[in-house]
């Protein structure tokens, strides 16, 4: 395809993005990462609040957390309730906790804390009224009087409050917000309640244009307990909210939640099948002002076989892929900053697989994702590089990349997942035309420029290094092998057209392991319970960031130490052969995420029994245990130190079984979906972790959870990825001489 065809097809890309997302705005949670609170996701209480309270002052609270108002509240579906007593002889606080967890908010000076107030008891006053303030990092600004910045002080009815950043005083610029703080303000011997809903952070000057037209919703569609809406969203920059509204009779309508600008479509979870609702929408502007409504659409909803259940699952998955990604690169995005567009490069391969299997389960375009893919490589061909390799992370607005502290270097791993994602691609596109043939010669391309042989580490012509500097060419980064990753890099070097490593990478590569690197896997289940090491553990573990003490800085530390990946052990009426179960089981499913472990026929690492193994251990183990459930189909904890720690369940530990355990990963889907949908199961699908003991769930999610169960549960059902991986021609050929035919 000559430059003009090129350009014509990105151009069409962006257009075409365009269209189908509505805005370039792109986040990865359900709300925009200023707002402090919008809706609690569970009911009863909001867990991300801590309540604290001395003397003779108090505040209700369930678990020391705020109740929450599912009747009363400004946007729906539910409000902060705050009743409490402020003594003379005590004080109280609570602390409306941010809780993003991969990336904290940082406030600017010239913004706005903004919040709705409804005063229940009418024998409150002003003073009575908490004070508030802002808690950063490290620091906590002074407090100011909430009563202070009220636009109107009246009773049973919402109220405005609005308050420069600028008035607290010791806010620290560009450090990052931990959690609003109410506090006890004027003494009183009398019972006071009010509520509070839409706490947010929102620049000086906002759109005020005036949503005169009406809003479009243009489907609805039920699936079991879920029905599907799709709208049609104008570029209008004064939208800041779709309304969503239902009805059982199409004539009384309730307000039932609402979604902001980066969302096209939401699952909205009715209580009845085999019932019929009627839908409409409207667009919300900054001021809470909606539009007109939408025309209603109606639906019946109906209970789904097993099987139609599972193509729901999927779906949603696939839909936080399809949602989720730069405009720029057409690259992932993990986390959503102000200034920048940080995008993964690892979990852009994941993307890229993921939006195949839409395309097979007819769920994504197929031109919508090959424009998508094809950004991708084109922004990749222009990256920056070494030997062919890149850093984990770009800024996808500039091209230039986005060291993580002071790793400055190249992700072999990262580079490798998505060279191996695009490699299936470029056999899933294969039609004879300009643009899909275009795609597979850049693939190709990029493939071949990756110079494997210069990736290995000193003193070895066989074992990879993780990552390499980008100021020199010493390699002394922790060496790669052992059940997880690793073996894809390993068989792309071995497999690749250029610069590959000898057939001995296997046996000295794959089979031996790092000491530093194997050493980790002993400390995940031996971290802080607090819920702040939970969040670093699960960001580790999601984007494969290690810690520090684990990389050699000096030059002369020689040859890496490194440690047989055979370590047989017992546990739970198995044998397990790569020692202790005490490592993350997704580490285990990423390699088969399109290698079929059938394929792999090494009787002293028998991988598919092995691995199957360590998934019945970890199952075994987690219904032995038990807390929070007593259905033994619903497993797959974080477990942290011992039974008073804190137990959430990753949904893809259990469903992702499915690949080796069909039955056991199909029932922990269903029982999943079927005790936690409500509140746990979303428009992207499973979110990031269900904290059974604290009736709490997480409000982002994973994107190595959301790959995973797409992923393993395709290949469980159709092969899909296993098929088209296996028929790499490169592929095809090493697997022909590493594995010969008896």
Partial sequence: MNQYLSMKFIYQFVVCALAAYGSVRTVIADTYPEVIFDNSLV????????????????????????????????TPGNALSLQYQSSVAGTWEVDLQYSRQKLNYKVDRDEFLVMKVFVKTEHTRKGDLPRIGIKQRDTQTDSLELASFMEDFEYNTWLNVKIPVSRFKNLVPEEQVRAVILSQNQTSDRTHQFFIDQVEFLPKNVSNVKLSSPAILSKATAFDNQVALEWQLPLTPSIRYIKIYRSEDNEIFTPVSIRPISMQSCLDYVPRTNKTYYYKIAWVDYNYIESPFSEVKEVTTKVLEDDELLNLVQRAHVNYFVENFDINSGMYLPFRKKERAVVSLKESGNAVLSLIVGVEKESVNRQVALGRISRMVYFLSKAQKRYG???????????????????????????????????????????????????????????????????????????????????????????????????????????????????????????????????????????????????????????????????????????????????????????????????????????????DPKLLQDPNMDWENSIRDYVLVRKRKDNEIGVGSTNSDIWGFYQLNDS???????????????????????????????????????????????????????????????????????????????????????????????????
């Fill in 389 to 595: 390799i890149f850093p984990a992370y770009f800024e996808g607005r500039t091209g230039l990349p986005d060291y993580r502290g002071a790793d400055a270097g190249y992700d072999v791993l990262a580079t490798s997942s998505m060279i191996e994602a695009l490699l299936v691609a470029r056999q899933y596109f294969n039609k004879e035309d300009d643009a899909e043939t275009d795609l597979r010669n850049r693939i190709t391309e990029l493939w071949e420029n990756v110079e494997w042989d210069k990736l290995v580490a000193q003193g070895y012509s066989d074992v990879l290094v993780e990552k390499i500097s980008n100021v020199d060419s010493t390699n002394s980064e922790v060496t790669l092998g052992g059940v997880n990753e690793s073996l894809n890099a390993y068989f792309l070097a071995m497999a690749a057209p250029k610069h590959n490593l000898p057939l001995s990478a296997y046996e000295n590569g794959v089979k031996y392991q790092d000491e530093r690197y194997a050493s980790q896997y002993n400390k995940f289940e031996n971290r802080a319970s607090d819920s702040l090491a939970i969040v670093k553990e699960s960001f580790r573990i999601a984007f494969n960031v290690f810690d520090s003490d684990l990389i050699t800085k000096d030059k002369d530390a020689g040859r890496a130490v490194r440690v047989p990946v055979r370590q047989d052990t017992a546990m739970f009426g198995k044998d397990l052969r790569f020692g202790s179960e005490r490592r993350s089981l997704i580490d285990f499913y990423k390699p088969f995420f399109v290698i």
């Fill in 43 to 74: 009911q009863g209480v909001y867990a991300k609040s801590k309540v604290s309270y001395t003397g003779q002052s108090w505040v209700e609270n369930l678990n020391k957390h705020l109740l929450v108002s599912d009747t009363l509240f400004f």
């Fill in 644 to 742: 008073v720690g804190n137990y959430r369940i990753n949904p893809a530990i259990a469903p992702a079984s499915m690949f080796l355990l069909e039955n056991e990963g199909k029932k922990a889907v269903l029982a999943l979906y079927e005790n936690y949908g409500q509140n746990f199961f979303s428009e992207y699908g499973f979110r990031a972790w269900l904290d059974l003991r604290n009736n709490d769930v997480s409000d982002e999610y994973f994107a190595t959870n959301q790959a995973a169960i797409i992923l393993c549960i395709e290949n469980a059902r159709s092969g899909l990825l296993w098929n088209l991986y296996k028929e790499i021609p490169e592929i095809k050929a090493l697997l022909k001489n590493l594995f010969p035919p008896e």
